[in-house]
């Protein structure tokens, strides 16, 4: 075509050959370049490889080159997968692929981790609790012993205990921000701290039964705690949701719904966040004082679990895939069931599943056979001679599952692999969440995960293979419901295994999964470029398939498969407070290694770095403004800070949420102050930055109208957060009526406290019945 023809046209002029351009554009003109064309700017950052791991590549060809050295004619064919007689020509192409799968192994390799737990020294002494704590207690759970022993310790802990009864009904956020609202009025204190035991009551919530009820009402609580202005820590109890120690499984897998609940709150709420707490299966004396040794911990460690044997905390590890030797050599046969199958997702495990042998492929989705894309994969698999089903089937309704289910046995099918790739992820806040969003988020994998677990017939199975999250595993912000899900899934994992149910549970990260219009499922919810800048590249399709068959191959329970530049991601994650689940990993600890610029006089906070101390107050307006453009042009890789307008909004020149954040840590370096993580957004340009860094650093200028606009802000937060009666109230709107009259007054209101005070009494006390009662009703509304 005509594209095809001036493209070619145009990579031969660029080579050389002579293209009479004129016949092609004849009223064109000959126009002179500059003598240097390219400026070779570069306007994106260097790329940064994700963690190795633990095993380099060098090492992993080790055992083929020994097996070369020793001329051990059976390993090397063995290895490279060939006949021990095989000719030269034969060899070299071995080799290469011998050579691209090692690579593909190691890169996958790198990206497996583990769950451990680590058992904590036993504090001395017994735990002080101080302060009035609210325990929320599910009314179902009263009087269980588990909730009655551990607040008896609290209690003896010195601590004044106010219990919250809550039950269905308080699901409703705006109930429950009233009765919380009213607890903490009047003479009470503001509470020291939450412990919530919502997460006991596993009943069906009966306007939510996608959800127990103690997680609609602990989302309710998250939710009230906020709109309440309640800011004490909030920890969340479960029981024997986890298996730790000499547990085997877990005992109560739903509790795993608040484990994931419990992450994203702590990233999106971090300043009142305490902490996971998952109790024994019997609640005695000893117990009782680990959850009060807990509670008391000030949110050093927020992952915790107690046990007979001691407390332990959560980790996060390493777990390379030689580790654990292959039990098998997992290949489909059958019928092989994918749910989500006409997913973006379902349809890269649905073509690689064909391609590894599968006899019959059942792709299960809400809109069967409806689904875009779903009849041409149907056509693309059938032509590889793979049978293929496409059935309407909403894994969250068990009747549905059951009728396949029973239609593929009346069939004579046998189901010997399930992938359960179905699920929902609905990104928003948990602010913005309400119980039938969070529900609708859950159901697919919850559900569905159950029915699958309850109807398949286990005896026939070779693989039940259920896709979570990393969501699930240390949360993340926007998706409470889709993090609770899958955690769920890990739990399930290990309970059915205990159950002899052969279940696999994958954590993965984010696919690269695109589906035929060009567009996969989570690229349409998360901006990949971001997720890139947050250190968690995409997993492409053919390391993730490399990783899910080593997974199989070993027959695994539960494995987190995630590319992490830890370099990235890890300062972002913690940068509101300590995340002691990574601190184990060696990448972690290397970035938390103390440096030479990190000692010495400069790394005491009350020093102020680049010379900002000896500034005279002449030059700290230029000298702020040019560091606040320095760094924000460092951030944003420009190569000078001049290419920033000083009175232009950060947002409007590409700062975002993550960017914004790096730029608010290069200024707490650079000035030793704490700047709150809204900084960028209260203060959108490079000016008003400078003029806050000033503010703080140095204090407000004499006659600063900077610092009385602060004033009047903090008094409005005051104003708002109080309910004062009827007599109050009355006394401070008529101060604040006769502060706004003498402003109004050409002096501008000069007038002393004492005066404005006296005259405000005088104003009060002169009035007449009739005055107070119509100023009551006018003005106060009562």
């Known amino acids: 075509g005509p594209g095809r023809l001036l493209a070619s046209l145009g990579e031969a002029w660029v080579a050389g050959v002579a293209v009479d351009w004129s016949r092609l554009v004849p009223a064109g003109r000959v126009v002179e370049l500059p003598?240097?064309?390219?400026?070779?700017?570069?306007?994106?950052?260097?790329?940064?490889?994700?963690?190795?791991?633990?095993?380099?590549?060098?090492?992993?060809?080790?055992?083929?080159?020994?097996?070369?050295?020793?001329?051990?004619?059976?390993?090397?064919?063995?290895?490279?997968?060939?006949?021990?007689?095989?000719?030269?020509?034969?060899?070299?192409?071995?080799?290469?692929?011998?050579?691209?799968?090692?690579?593909?192994?190691?890169?996958?390799?790198?990206?497996?981790?583990?769950?451990?737990?680590?058992?904590?020294?036993?504090?001395?002494?017994?735990?002080?609790?101080?302060?009035?704590?609210?325990?929320?207690?599910?009314?179902r759970h009263l009087d269980d012993p588990s909730v009655t022993t551990s607040l008896d310790a609290v209690a003896k802990a010195g601590a004044e205990v106010v219990h919250v009864l809550v039950g269905d009904s308080d699901a409703d956020v705006d109930r429950l921000t009233e009765r919380l609202r009213g607890l903490v009025a009047g003479p009470r204190q503001s509470p020291a701290g939450i412990v919530s035991f919502l997460a006991l009551d596993e009943e069906r919530h009966p306007d939510h039964p996608a959800m127990p009820s103690g997680?609609?009402?602990?989302?309710?609580?998250?939710?009230?705690?906020?709109?309440?202005?309640?800011?004490?820590?909030?920890?969340?109890?479960?029981?024997?949701?986890?298996?730790?120690?000499?547990?085997?499984?877990?005992?109560?897998?739903?509790?795993?719904?608040?484990?994931?609940?419990?992450?994203?709150?702590?990233?999106?709420?971090?300043?009142?966040?305490?902490?996971?707490?998952?109790?024994?299966?019997?609640?005695?004396?000893?117990?009782?004082?680990?959850?009060?040794?807990?509670?008391?911990g000030h949110g050093v460690e927020d992952q915790l679990a107690l046990r007979p044997s001691g407390t332990f905390v959560r980790r996060l590890a390493h777990t390379p895939g030689e580790q654990r030797p292959a039990r098998r050599s997992w290949r489909p046969r059958g019928t092989v069931i994918v749910t989500g199958g006409t997913g973006a997702l379902g349809a890269v495990l649905a073509r690689w599943l064909a391609a590894e042998g599968a006899e019959h492929l059942v792709l299960t989705g809400r809109r069967g056979a409806d689904a875009p894309g779903a009849g041409r994969l149907r056509d693309e698999l059938a032509a590889t001679g793979t049978r293929v089903t496409v059935a309407t089937c909403d894994v969250a309704d068990r009747k549905a599952v059951a009728a396949l289910?029973?239609?593929?046995?009346?069939?004579?099918?046998?189901?010997?692999?399930?992938?359960?790739?179905?699920?929902?992820?609905?990104?928003?806040?948990?602010?913005?969440?309400?119980?039938?969003?969070?529900?609708?988020?859950?159901?697919?994998k919850v559900d569905g995960a159950l029915h699958l677990t309850e109807l398949l017939d286990h005896t026939e199975l070779d693989a039940f293979v259920l896709f979570s999250s990393i969501a699930g595993v240390w949360g993340s912000g926007d998706h409470g419901a889709y993090a609770a899900a899958n955690a769920f899934l890990n739990a399930l994992a290990e309970h059915n295994r205990a159950r002899g149910i052969p279940t696999t549970s994958i954590a993965w990260g984010v696919w690269n999964a695109f589906g035929a219009e060009g567009a996969g499922g989570i690229s349409e919810a998360v901006d990949l470029d971001q997720l890139h800048r947050r250190g968690l590249p995409l997993i492409e399709p053919e390391l993730g398939l490399t990783a899910l068959q080593r997974a199989l191959d070993r027959d695994e329970t539960t494995v987190t498969v995630a590319p992490v530049a830890w370099e990235r991601f890890y300062p972002l994650f913690s940068v509101a407070r300590p995340r002691p689940l990574f601190e184990d990993l060696p990448q972690i600890r290397a970035l938390s290694a103390p440096t030479p610029a990190a000692t010495g006089p400069a790394a005491d906070s009350g020093q102020r770095g680049s010379g900002l101390a000896d500034l005279p107050p002449a030059d700290r307006d230029s000298g702020l403004l040019a560091l606040v453009r320095g760094e924000a042009a460092a951030v944003l890789g420009y190569e000078r800070p001049d290419q920033l307008d000083a009175d232009r909004a950060l947002r409007d020149v590409g700062f975002d949420s993550l960017t914004a954040m790096e730029l608010r840590t290069r200024l707490a370096t650079a000035t030793g102050l704490t700047l709150?993580?809204?900084?960028?957004?209260?203060?959108?340009?490079?000016?008003?930055?400078?003029?806050?860094?000033?503010?703080?650093?140095y204090g407000p200028d004499a006659g600063d109208d900077s610092s009385v606009l602060a004033d009047l802000d903090a008094l409005s937060q005051r104003l708002a957060g109080i309910d004062p009666d009827t007599n109050t109230r009355l006394e401070i709107t008529l101060r604040l009526r006769s502060l706004l009259a003498r402003w109004s007054e050409p002096d501008g209101g000069r007038t002393t406290p004492e005066a404005a005070s006296a005259a405000s009494a005088t104003a009060l006390e002169s009035a007449d019945v009739d005055e107070v009662l119509a100023f009551i009703d006018t003005e106060l509304g009562i």
């Not at 590549?57 to 021990?84: K, M, N």
């Not at 989302?219 to 909030?234: C, E, N, Q, T, Y």
């Not at 709150?676 to 650093?697: G, I, N, Q, R, S």
């Open 35 to 139: 003598t240097y064309a390219f400026q070779h700017q570069r306007y994106w950052l260097d790329s940064t490889s994700a963690n190795t791991g633990d095993r380099p590549a060098a090492d992993q060809d080790a055992a083929f080159w020994e097996t070369v050295r020793h001329t051990d004619l059976d390993g090397f064919a063995a290895e490279l997968d060939i006949a021990p007689d095989a000719p030269l020509g034969t060899v070299l192409p071995a080799l290469a692929d011998w050579r691209q799968r090692m690579r593909t192994t190691a890169a996958v390799d790198a990206w497996r981790y583990r769950i451990t737990w680590k058992r904590l020294p036993g504090a001395p002494g017994a735990p002080a609790l101080t302060g009035t704590w609210l325990a929320v207690v599910p009314e």
């Open 405 to 444: 289910l029973d239609a593929l046995a009346a069939d004579g099918e046998t189901v010997r692999a399930v992938l359960h790739a179905a699920g929902v992820a609905d990104l928003t806040s948990l602010a913005d969440t309400g119980p039938e969003a969070f529900a609708a988020g859950v159901v697919a």
């Open 676 to 697: 709150p993580a809204a900084l960028v957004f209260d203060h959108p340009t490079p000016l008003a930055l400078a003029a806050y860094l000033k503010t703080e650093l």
């Open 215 to 296: 997680l609609a009402t602990g989302l309710s609580l998250v939710r009230a705690l906020g709109r309440a202005g309640i800011g004490a820590p909030l920890w969340m109890v479960t029981r024997q949701a986890l298996a730790v120690g000499e547990d085997t499984h877990p005992h109560a897998p739903l509790g795993s719904l608040t484990w994931g609940l419990g992450q994203v709150t702590a990233l999106e709420h971090a300043d009142r966040w305490g902490g996971l707490i998952d109790l024994p299966d019997t609640a005695d004396a000893r117990s009782a004082r680990m959850l009060c040794a807990a509670l008391a």
